[in-house]
């Protein structure tokens, strides 16, 4: 079983709409969790990060932890042309700094 | 204008050689890593360094070594044990702790003639 599983894609949305990535982990102790947006030939570059379960708003992107279930999920709001990417979901292991990171979900948005 | 630099963008090793890429940062940052992608992958850790003069192999160290003589500076060399080298390579720093962000470089994409 891998560490951290997302489902690969490609995820297309009509530009306005609501994306919803998911992403599960193996690691119960995991208190960290990230989500980083690619894009075609570029590093990855942070959106945001969780740490308390519920949900974190950062303008158009929301993420939400559950830890009892071990899932991570963003949703990205009134989706962008600019928003089509690869979201690659990082989890920092219990025990120590390294993070996993997942296969990454492809994102298109159509205009 | 603090942030990470990675150089070259682009490298090409022979059959056989060795090569090193440079990570250089101004973020004060303690930890430094490297990681390799391949295309459709995720990313894998090959080694990181928490403080100066201290590094830890990662997923997949064979074939790569490393060295953090100053606390900016992360290079990696690529040796000729690493028979698929192919790929694109990420240095990412973070300042120490239980809950700190990574921060990645523009990356190296590396490619065998």
């Known amino acids: 079983q891998k560490e951290v599983e997302q489902n690969s894609g490609p995820l297309s949305v009509p530009e306005g709409a609501i994306a919803s990535l998911n992403c599960t982990y193996s690691d119960r102790g995991s208190q960290s969790f990230f989500w980083y947006r690619q894009y075609s030939g570029k590093s990855p570059e942070l959106i945001m990060f969780?740490?308390?379960?519920g949900d974190k708003e950062d303008g158009r992107f929301t993420a939400q932890l559950n830890k009892a279930s071990q899932y991570v999920s963003l949703l990205i709001r009134d989706s962008q042309p600019s928003d089509s990417a690869t979201y690659l979901c990082a989890v920092r292991s219990s025990n120590d700094y390294k993070l996993s990171f997942g296969a990454g979900t492809t994102v298109t948005v159509r205009a | 204008d603090g942030g990470i630099t990675q150089s070259p963008k682009y490298l090409f090793r022979k059959e056989g050689q060795n090569v090193t890429l440079s990570c250089e940062q101004n973020?004060?940052?303690?930890?430094m890593y490297w990681y390799r992608q391949d295309p459709g992958q995720g990313l894998r850790l090959i080694y990181y360094s928490q403080i100066v003069n201290d590094f830890q192999k990662g997923d997949i160290a064979e074939g790569y070594s490393v060295s953090r003589e100053k606390k900016e500076s992360f290079p990696l060399t690529v040796t000729s044990a690493q028979k698929n080298p192919t790929a694109f390579y990420l240095c990412?720093?973070?300042?120490?702790?239980?809950?700190?962000?990574?921060?990645f470089g523009p990356g190296t994409r590396l490619l065998v003639l």
């Open positions: 969780i740490y308390s379960n």
């Open positions: 990412a720093s973070s300042i120490r702790g239980a809950l700190e962000t990574q921060y």
């Open positions: 973020l004060n940052h303690d930890a």
